[in-house]
């Protein structure tokens, strides 16, 4: 079992629709959660942090955090053709953000 | 501000040889980490410099070594290559909070 676990995909969702994006993790001394995106052939990029249970909101991105459930999701509203990437969920320990351990992934495609 | 420099971007080479790959971080940034990117294994961490000071390690061979120096660009080495080492290198500059990301090295393996 990977310590970060995500639905590969592709997940497909009509333009201005919801994306729905999830994660699951194995250590419970995980503090810090991260939502990267990562267009073909770049590099990833940060989209947004949680570290405390419930919702943090950032224009249309929404992530959502479940210590209990250990489970971190991502929500898309609005969706949009160039939101067609895919989206990384990583993980740290407290106090130890550089060390990161990541998802493999999933593809997202917003069909105009 | 420029971003993260990698370089070089492409390369190949052939197993047994060593690769050493740069990375130039943002201004002002002390951190520098490494990771290492397959499809079958997504990104893995390899490890983290600060102010010249390897902090983290990751779960690699010791094939896999790196270095910073004072003006905080980073060097990776990779030794004895083997095709299993084919893949995407990222190099990660940060200051205080979020990773910036570098374009990468792909190193092939033949």
């Known amino acids: 079992q990977k310590e970060v676990e995500q639905n590969s995909g592709p997940l497909s969702v009509p333009e201005g629709a919801i994306a729905s994006l999830n994660c699951t993790y194995s250590?419970?001394?995980?503090?810090?959660f991260f939502w990267y995106r990562q267009y073909s052939g770049k590099s990833p990029e940060l989209i947004m942090f949680?570290?405390s249970n419930g919702d943090k909101e950032d224009g249309r991105f929404t992530a959502q955090l479940n210590k209990a459930s250990q489970y971190v999701s991502l929500l898309i509203r609005d969706s949009q053709p160039s939101d067609s990437a895919t989206y990384l969920c990583?993980?740290?320990?407290?106090?130890?953000?550089?060390?990161?351990?990541w998802g493999l992934g999933t593809s997202l495609a917003v069909n105009p | 501000k420029a971003g993260v420099t990698q370089t070089p971007r492409y390369l190949i080479k052939t197993r047994g040889q060593q690769v050493t790959l740069s990375c130039s971080p943002i201004?002002?940034?002390?951190?520098v980490s490494w990771y290492q990117q397959t499809p079958g294994q997504g990104l893995q961490f390899l490890f983290e410099?600060?102010?010249?000071?390897?902090?983290n390690k990751g779960n690699f061979p010791g094939r896999f070594s790196g270095r910073q120096f004072s003006n905080s660009r980073s060097e990776m080495n990779v030794s004895t290559l083997e095709l299993g080492d084919s893949a995407l290198y990222l190099c990660?500059?940060?200051?205080?909070?979020?990773?910036?990301f570098g374009e990468g090295s792909r190193l092939t393996v033949l």
């Open positions: 990660a500059s940060a200051n205080t909070g979020e990773l910036f």
């Open positions: 410099y600060f102010s010249e000071t390897q902090r």
């Open positions: 250590d419970r001394g995980s503090q810090s």
């Open positions: 990583a993980v740290s320990r407290a106090g130890n953000n550089r060390k990161l351990i």
């Open positions: 201004s002002g940034h002390r951190s």
């Open positions: 949680i570290y």
